[in-house]
């Protein structure tokens, strides 16, 4: 499968006192939704950004669909659709208004499906930008990214303002373009509908990739919280010496713990005592991410 | 593996590149058209009350000329008042002398708005999120208001010369049109400023106080210039030096170019500036 985005070390810094993103390297395939997860200043939207052309790298190389960023910006961003993080519509214009100037902008002659998305997505086309709320211009902001039907979405906080049953109905159509066979790449920071939709994640900190896996891979190489509930009282201090076991809590017959490996030690511990139940969970994505923040920190310290 | 692009699609890409900038183009002048209605009434208003004006002083022209002859001579011309009872004469040093201090910030406005401006709305991103090269922003940019300062002279031409028709006032059409043609280069000019500032700094407010610093600096340097011998070397500097009074005089083509080429110099390398650099948001 061909690579809808590639970069190769990719560095952006601006200086000394913001931090940017550096040696990135990151491989996007055709065809799937791609999560790229981090807190606010980790480097997402620096990334985005930088592919789209509108900051300069500082070292390093990338390829949106096999097109240098640096050279054929033009191209690229005929090839995608964009919600920036942070954006702002013309004040004076309607939705209406805008969808048919970027329409011209990228010869676009019909404008039905954006009239459909419009509809799914309850954005109000007809008044002035200035009399939106946040939510209406964010699903504004969703309809010119993808009313030409883009090979490319690249979407920076695609959901943020929008209610819960318009959340829902925009996972609904990033299903749909998946099963089109386009491409989708979005930070968000809501885990619970990165887990839904996104083939793979990657992880951003402190402006350098710090994981990419499928989004199960990540999930199931990670911790897991496991609950012991024994007949008789035990001993909780053999379980707090594994070397796999942290956050141990309870005593007694019930006992609970976060584990990050030996699992084998830990069931053949268990098995030496009467077990009535073992609760054995996989955390969520949220919980996953919130991880790799703290081993941060913790590196950090 | 990277994508060379072929002569087909560069040859759909240009096609294409034209379009976008037709798309700018249009979409900028319909958004500034409420702005040309404002200034072009507003000042057309103005040079219209002029005209209107001229007809009370008109029986009293010879008096004025002499109370004028008590006033100093440099004075005099730095306010270009040569003959209150010829109505070009007194229309430039009553309007057309005046009018680039005021109409000159119609695209100052506009060009620094056009980067800068759109950097600190945050509307930049979207707007670039289009396959839109950035040469194509700020020439989009230059020919919009360039258009829509042609329509603000056009409103105060049509005023000017509907009132003198109105109130029987010697002034032709060719006059007119002459007079505010001429405010085209030297107002652009100075647009053209705040466009290379808006280029290079990403700051509105820097973008409209350097052109805006400049306007009045020059125009002084010229003003003051006519009046004192020792400042008339420094006139040429000025750009209103090259303006002169085309409402009596006819319009100097050699001065109109230079000052067009000028401001079209300045886009370009606003152009080439905008290219290189960030795009801030």
């Known amino acids: 499968m061909s690579l809808a985005i590639e970069t190769e070390k990719l560095t952006k810094a601006y200086g000394r006192k913001a931090r940017g993103i550096e040696d990135v390297d990151l491989a996007v395939e055709e065809g799937e939704v791609f999560g790229f997860l981090g807190p606010n200043g980790a480097g997402k939207t620096t990334t985005v950004r930088t592919l789209l052309g509108f900051l300069r790298p500082t070292g390093g190389r990338g390829e949106v669909f096999g097109l240098d960023i640096r050279r054929d910006s033009v191209e690229i961003r005929a090839r995608v659709g964009n919600l920036p993080g942070e954006f702002a519509l013309e004040d004076k214009m309607t939705g209406e208004g805008l969808l048919e100037y970027f329409a011209r902008l990228r010869g676009v002659k019909d404008l039905g499906y954006a009239r459909e998305l419009s509809e799914r997505l309850g954005a109000e086309l007809h008044r002035p930008m200035r009399r939106l709320s946040r939510g209406n211009k964010q699903k504004i902001g969703l309809v010119q990214a993808m009313f030409h039907r883009p090979p490319l979405l690249m979407l920076d906080e695609p959901t943020g303002g929008l209610d819960p049953l318009v959340q829902e109905e925009f996972l609904d159509i990033i299903e749909e373009v998946r099963a089109e066979g386009r491409t989708v790449f979005f930070s968000s920071h809501n885990l619970a509908e990165v887990e839904r939709v996104c083939d793979r994640v990657g992880i951003i900190r402190g402006g350098r990739l710090a994981a990419v896996e499928t989004t199960e891979t990540l999930i199931d190489k990670s911790f897991r919280h496991v609950v012991l509930t024994f007949a008789e009282d035990v001993d909780p201090k053999p379980f707090a010496d594994l070397s796999g076991v942290r956050n141990l809590e309870g005593g007694g017959k019930r006992i609970s713990f976060t584990l990050d490996d030996g699992l084998d030690e830990m069931v053949k511990l268990a098995a030496g005592h009467r077990l009535v139940n073992m609760e054995y969970e996989r955390p969520s994505l949220e919980e996953v991410f919130l991880t790799y923040y703290e081993r941060e920190n913790g590196e950090g310290r | ?281």
């Open chain 2, 1 to 281: 593996m990277s994508v060379v692009l072929n002569r087909g699609e560069k040859g759909r890409h240009a096609a294409r590149a034209g379009g976008t900038l037709f798309a700018l183009v249009s979409h900028t002048v319909r958004m500034q058209l409420r702005g040309v209605i404002i200034w072009g009434v507003a000042l057309g208003l103005y040079s219209a009350g002029m005209v209107a004006s001229f007809t009370a002083i008109e029986g009293s022209a010879d008096q004025l000329n002499q109370l004028m002859d008590a006033y100093p001579k440099g004075m005099l011309e730095a306010f270009g008042v040569t003959d209150l009872g010829d109505p070009a004469n007194y229309l430039h040093s009553q309007v057309f002398g005046l009018a680039p201090l005021a109409l000159s910030f119609f695209p100052i406005l506009a060009l620094a708005n056009a980067i800068a401006g759109a950097e600190e709305r945050g509307t930049i991103d979207v707007l670039l999120g289009n396959p839109l090269p950035r040469w194509q922003l700020v020439a989009g940019n230059f020919i919009a208001a360039s258009i829509s300062l042609l329509e603000i002279c056009a409103v105060v031409g049509l005023l000017t010369w509907g009132t003198a028709a109105l109130v029987d006032v010697d002034l032709s059409l060719r006059e007119v049109a002459d007079a505010v043609l001429n405010l085209w280069p030297i107002c652009i000019v100075f647009g053209t400023v705040a466009l290379l500032c808006s280029a290079l700094f990403h700051r509105r407010g820097l973008a409209i106080a350097v052109p805006a610093f400049l306007l009045f600096g020059t125009y002084l340097i010229d003003t003051i210039g006519r009046a004192s011998e020792d400042l008339e070397d420094w006139r040429p500097v000025s750009v209103f030096y090259y303006y002169g009074s085309a409402i009596e005089n006819g319009i100097d083509w050699t001065h109109f170019g230079s000052i067009t080429l000028i401001a079209l110099a300045l886009s370009l390398l606003a152009a080439l500036v905008f290219k290189q650099r960030d795009i801030y948001t």
